[in-house]
């Protein structure tokens, strides 16, 4: 069965930088698009960052663009998230997600097949 498992969370100043990793197993990673997405406490689950199967080509949301960096290594099944310039408003659990449907770029939850357990980032002031 397909397993995503993210790791690199964790409790962090602002202005900090933490490298979230998710690992994939049970499927041919190397051909499917991935995506990064957050839940804070009471809001819905929104769309971070974005990758082709190829790592050719990242999408970021408007609020992490020059912040984040969405990168993968298909040897290692693994898809990565460099968080730097971190600030509070960016607590939340990160997922990642595979996409089995389309070339990528997707920023909507119900786009996207399987899901991580997920890891809390939480950015002190």
């Known amino acids: 069965q397909v397993q995503l498992v993210e790791s690199g969370g964790g409790l962090v100043q602002a202005g900090g930088s933490l490298r979230l990793s998710c690992a994939a197993s049970?499927?041919?990673?190397?051909?499917?698009?991935m995506g990064w997405f957050r839940q804070a406490p009471g809001k819905e689950r929104e769309f971070v960052a974005a990758?082709?199967?190829?790592?050719?080509?990242?999408y970021y949301a408007d609020s992490v663009k020059g912040r984040f960096t969405i990168s993968r290594d298909n040897a290692k099944n693994t898809v990565y998230l460099q968080m730097n310039s971190l600030k509070p408003e960016d607590t939340a659990v990160y997922y990642c997600?595979?996409?089995?449907?389309?070339?990528?770029?997707?920023?909507?939850?119900?786009?996207?097949?399987?899901w991580g357990q997920g890891t809390q980032v939480t950015v002190s002031s």
């Open positions: 997600a595979v996409d089995r449907r389309t070339t990528g770029g997707r920023r909507r939850p119900d786009e996207y097949d399987y």
């Open positions: 049970g499927l041919t990673f190397s051909i499917y698009p």
């Open positions: 990758i082709t199967w190829s790592g050719g080509t990242t």
